[in-house]
């Protein structure tokens, strides 16, 4: 790792909360038509930026992630005065992931130079389909030849590590025009590809669609067919399968994501940030604890600017309760051993490397049979899990069903903890 | 008080003709309940009451009424159900009484409950105070309900009072009425004391207070007492009142009406019909009382947890300390672990049962479908009564298998009597006569006029209590729309073909859901609750074969494919907890299954066969 061996990996999620129109399926923290924002929100965050670098102690970052919304819809020079702020306030390692979604419709070529410009060396281009018909109906303002020309453009801007965003299991989708975007987005030739199933989500216009016999249903056996075929495919253009959703060539899986998988400390600014800081070796989280705390910012835009933009962090040590006193945060919880332990396996087994018995046995000084007697036998014996070198993994199977699995072990842990 | 100014009086009527509202006025008018804490239908004092809005128990009141010669007299009311199910709540509190008001709305006219309510009232020589009620609302039509009374039970046009529970028109001209009508209670002070227990409560400080109608004597709070048919000894802690809240007094005299706080532990000591007396110096002859009514249906109630049965069956204990007519008995289900069989009057009693134990003991439980009680007749020619399907004995142990029959009289305009026969035939049944209520006051055949103008019909049939319980009141109501109404009362047992459907869940018998049934029906209801079953059962890890077997042959199938996919679609942005809850809830879902050997059951599967249309 180009941090250095003594760096602890942290991470940085930056949120773009605009739109330009809101998806249907959407329920993201994000927003249409309140552009005027952009230029108070640009200097809240820098104000968080810079308040969070002063009171961690400027630490090292591995990775930083712009996500939304739509980070791209952010004026360049707005996106390069953020990434300014970055470098100011923290260290960012040489060689660390620096990545930005972007919009198909923001893609042209001059700006994504300039974006690379700034300092991002990753694109996650939010493609979803390479069907209009199918474009029109998640309510996405661009179509396949945009999308593949926003490829194209990124590739001349100078971005090498490239993925892209598709989506599946959609109303009225047929397998035939999901192998199709697969094919189409495979010979795009990206460096990583995420795949996600719609979930519809309470409260979006899509799921009262559904909900009122508008829309069809998206059907789950569908779904698991496009899912399998999405397996297949990828392995065979050579995109190997990391994480239940992500595939990625070798060396080009995401930094940034692998960090939430692997329940590792990474901070988030802007609106509606998550963030899971805990004393991983850094030399101020040490008052945190060995699971410390996750906290999430206030959602309302209008709000956290209003409460970031004069924050000046405090002079105690990072605790649950000086968190808590921070003026645009939501929720500040406590991480209970068996908390961490549960989101250990719910998260980690996400990943194809599974979760190693003998890292988990450092972090919490146990193995996993001993913390979770109940969920490993069930989920072995159910042909879910597998132990592979010493790890225990989801089996091709278990896959499928990734939430029995996970469900089990959450469950453990809540009684215990 | 003499018994010259007591007057003892029920409120008897069909389902929500307004009896509590009406009640509700008498209260204020006597000023018995402070305009402040008055609220609507204040004795249905149970939050289920409260929530359904009807009323489940009866309720006495005592209030204090000033009559036009100037004398203040006491009234005691007692307010009933009108539910089907609870038709011995009304029985029982008749027994107390001189007299009942029988209610009938002005806009629906005479139903299946008013003309049952009024035979028991006659069976009991009641005095009957017939009033139409509602009389504030528009479609009201009081000479249509007036002819009615006329017809069905010859009331003369001149008894009948007009009264509007709700705005309290015609409430106080009705109390001097129930005065002047309703005789004094042939009270005998100087006879050894004689109290019929028309009701019980458990009080956990005061044990059982029994209601009570004071015949004979006097009772005091220093007595002690004696339970005539068990036999069993109270020291009396205290006699009071219903105001309607419990009111202390000093005695309670022949005439009157109110409760004993008896300290004893157990209701079996101070069973409901039974007559209390004093313990020296008592009466020799027990009053007529009543006897206990047998439950109808029963059906298994098993904790989810299986370690709680010893918490179900004190939650038990204790609803039957209030309601006499529960009845329980442990069993061992091969499926569900260990439970109890269960007694209750009806479904709505069943159910209600079921979710009073949730509530108020926090209970989670799986029921299972209702079942009547067979009779076999076995090759010795011993009889065997059963409640659960699977202790019908195997093919060649008995000769036959009798099944219990209702009669039941359909109330219902005209109209739909095509109907209604259909679902008479469609449900087994016998139909016996028809009876036209009041062809004489309403002319025929106008096609445009309302259903409810229509000349109504009486209807008699005998129907096997088992179809009744399915979905008979639904189907009745659906194809009448509304207008038809139902009562019933326990005929006799027949001979019927009758087998077991025995169920198989993953190739194991599962005997909470065998059910006993008609042989011409056996098929086609194996396959429909199989079909039910594998809609209602989720898909596991694995495929899970559904059967349906008569005598060790299987007649249908379906198959549970196993789970598809449900991976948590996005993991995006980081919002780990809530995806853990996400979780977490998913699983507190599964608390409501039940476990049979590796597959979940989810509780309403083992009350399928009640949702299964035909
Ligand atoms: N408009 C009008 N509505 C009334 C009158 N009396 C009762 N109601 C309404 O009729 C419904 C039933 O009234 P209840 O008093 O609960 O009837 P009930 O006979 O006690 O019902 P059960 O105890 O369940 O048999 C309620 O919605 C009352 O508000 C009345 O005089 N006029
Ligand atoms: S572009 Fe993305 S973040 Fe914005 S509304 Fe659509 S799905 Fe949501
Ligand atoms: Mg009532």
Redesign the pocket.
């Given at each position: 790792m180009p941090a250095g061996p003594a760096a602890p990996p942290l991470g940085l999620y930056v949120h773009i909360p605009f739109c330009e129109t809101k998806c249907p399926y959407c329920d993201f923290n994000t927003y249409a038509a309140i552009e005027s924002l952009m230029p108070s929100y640009t200097r809240a965050l820098e104000r968080e930026i810079a308040g969070w670098g002063a009171w961690l102690g400027g630490p090292a970052l591995t990775s930083i992630f712009f996500g939304g919304g739509t980070p791209s819809y952010l004026p360049t020079r707005d996106l390069a005065r953020l990434l300014r702020a970055i470098d100011a306030a923290f260290a960012v390692a040489p060689g660390a992931e620096v990545t930005l979604e972007a919009n198909p419709r923001d893609c042209e070529r001059e700006r994504l130079r300039a974006i690379r410009r700034a300092g991002f060396n990753r694109i996650s281009i939010g493609v979803q389909s390479l069907d209009d018909q199918e474009l029109r109906l998640l309510g996405r303002r661009h179509d396949a030849a945009g999308a593949i020309a926003a490829v194209d453009a990124a590739r001349v801007a100078g971005f090498d590590n490239l993925s892209l965003d598709l989506m599946f299991g959609l109303p009225n989708q047929f397998v035939a025009s999901w192998e199709h975007t697969l094919a189409e987005a495979v010979a795009l030739a990206p460096d990583h590809v995420s795949a996600y199933a719609l979930t519809l989500e309470g409260g979006t216009p899509m799921e009262a669609d559904v909900r009122r016999g508008r829309l069809a249903e998206p059907d789950g056996e569908i779904a698991a067919e496009m899912y399998r075929l999405a397996i297949d495919l990828l392995a065979g253009a050579g995109l190997a399968q990391y994480e239940i959703s992500n595939w990625a060539r070798p060396g080009r899986a995401s930094r940034h994501n692998l960090a939430y998988w692997r329940n590792e400390a990474w901070l988030g600014v802007g609106p509606g940030a998550h963030a899971h800081l805990f004393d991983n070796g850094m030399a101020s989280l040490g008052a945190l604890g060995a699971n410390g705390a996750r906290f999430a910012v206030v959602k309302p835009p209008r709000d956290y600017i209003r409460a970031a933009a004069a924050w000046e962090p405090p002079a105690a040590p990072v605790t649950r309760a000086s968190l808590a006193a921070v003026p645009f945060l939501d929720t500040v919880e406590a991480v209970s051993d068996a908390t961490a332990m549960g989101e250990t396996m719910m998260m980690g087994l996400r990943l194809n490397e599974g979760v190693s018995d003998a890292a988990f046995a450092a972090r919490f000084g146990k193995p996993i049979a001993q913390a979770f007697p109940e969920a490993l036998t069930e989920c072995l014996d159910y042909g879910l899990l597998c132990w592979v070198d010493g790890s225990l993994r989801l089996t091709d199977r278990g896959r499928m069903v990734g939430n029995e699995a996970f469900r089990r072990f959450v469950v453990e842990a809540a009684m215990a903890g | 008080m003499d018994a010259a100014h007591i007057r003892n009086f029920c409120i008897i009527?069909?389902?929500?003709?307004?009896?509590?509202?009406?009640a509700?006025r008498m209260l204020e008018i006597t000023g018995t309940v402070a305009a402040r804490d008055m609220q609507?239908?204040l004795l249905?004092s149970n939050p289920i009451e409260r929530e359904r809005?009807?009323?489940i128990k009866a309720q006495a009141v005592r209030m204090a009424f000033t009559h036009t010669d100037g004398d203040e007299y006491e009234l005691n009311l007692i307010?009933?159900?009108?539910?089907v199910d609870f038709g011995y709540e009304v029985s029982r509190s008749l027994a107390a009484c001189e007299g009942a008001v029988l209610?009938v709305d002005a806009t629906q006219g005479i139903q299946a409950q008013t003309l049952a309510n009024v035979y028991l009232a006659l069976e009991h020589d009641l005095t009957i105070i017939p009033v139409v009620?509602?009389?504030?609302?528009p479609q009201s039509d009081q000479e249509r309900v007036k002819a009615e009374l006329k017809q069905a039970f010859g009331f003369k046009p001149e008894e009948v009072l007009y009264?509007?529970?709700?705005?309290g028109t015609g409430v106080k001209e009705l109390l001097h009425e129930i005065i002047n009508r309703v005789q004094q209670p042939a009270a005998r002070p100087d006879k050894p004391l004689r109290a019929l227990i028309f009701d019980s409560k458990y009080d956990s400080y005061k044990g059982v207070m029994a209601y009570v109608r004071v015949f004979d004597g006097v009772v005091r709070g220093t007595d002690r007492i004696r339970m005539m048919a068990t036999n069993s000894m109270a020291d009396v802690l205290e006699v009071g009142v219903f105001r309607p809240t419990m009111a202390k007094v000093d005695e309670l005299a022949a005439g009157e009406v109110g409760y004993i706080a008896t300290g004893l532990k157990s209701v079996g000591e101070c069973r409901v019909g039974d007559t209390i007396t004093l313990y020296r110096g008592g009466a020799d002859e027990a009053l007529p009382g009543y006897g206990a009514r047998k439950p109808m249906v029963f059906a298994g109630m098993y904790p989810s947890e299986g370690n709680e049965f010893h918490e179900l069956r004190e939650a038990l204990e204790r609803l039957q300390m209030n309601d006499a007519s529960l009845v329980f008995e442990p069993e061992q289900s091969a499926a569900l672990g260990p439970g109890f069989r269960c007694g209750f009057l009806g479904l709505l009693h069943m159910e209600i049962v079921q979710e009073r134990l949730e509530r108020e003991f926090g209970m989670d439980l799986v029921v299972t479908a209702p079942s009547v009680v067979y009779r076999v007749v076995m090759n010795d020619n011993s009889v065997r009564e059963i409640a659960r399907p699977t202790d019908l004995p195997s093919g060649g142990e008995y000769q036959r298998v009798e099944e219990p029959w209702l009669r039941i009289s359909i109330l219902t305009p005209s109209r739909f009597l095509g109907p209604m026969m259909d679902l008479i035939s469609s449900k087994r049944g016998e139909f016996k006569k028809t009876e036209y209520l009041d062809s004489a006051v309403v002319k025929q055949g106008d096609p445009d006029s309302l259903p409810s103008s229509d000349p109504r019909v009486l209807l008699e049939a005998d129907v096997p209590m088992s179809e009744v319980l399915v979905d008979f009141y639904d189907q009745l109501k659906t194809r009448s729309r509304g207008y038809a109404s139902l009562d019933y009362t326990v005929g006799e047992y027949r001979e019927a073909p009758l087998v077991r459907l025995d169920v198989l869940v993953n190739n194991q018998p599962v005997d909470a859901l065998s059910l006993i049934t008609h042989k011409d029906n056996a098929f086609s209801q194996g396959r429909t609750l199989v079909e039910r079953l594998r809609t209602l059962i989720p898909r596991q890890l694995f495929e899970v074969p559904i059967q349906a077997a008569i005598g060790g042959r299987i007649i249908a199938r379906e198959t549970i494919k196993s789970m598809g996919k449900n991976v948590l679609a996005k993991c995006y942005g980081g919002d780990v907890t809530r995806k853990r809850k996400l979780l977490e809830k998913q699983a507190e879902g599964k608390k409501r299954m039940k476990r049979i050997g590796r597959v979940e059951v989810p509780q309403e599967a083992f009350l399928a066969v009640l949702k299964m249309d035909k």
């Open positions: - | 009527a069909h389902i929500d003709h307004g009896k509590s509202t009406l509700d609507e239908q249905d809005g009807i009323t307010d009933t159900p009108g539910h209610v009620n509602k009389i504030d609302l009264v509007s529970g709700k705005v």
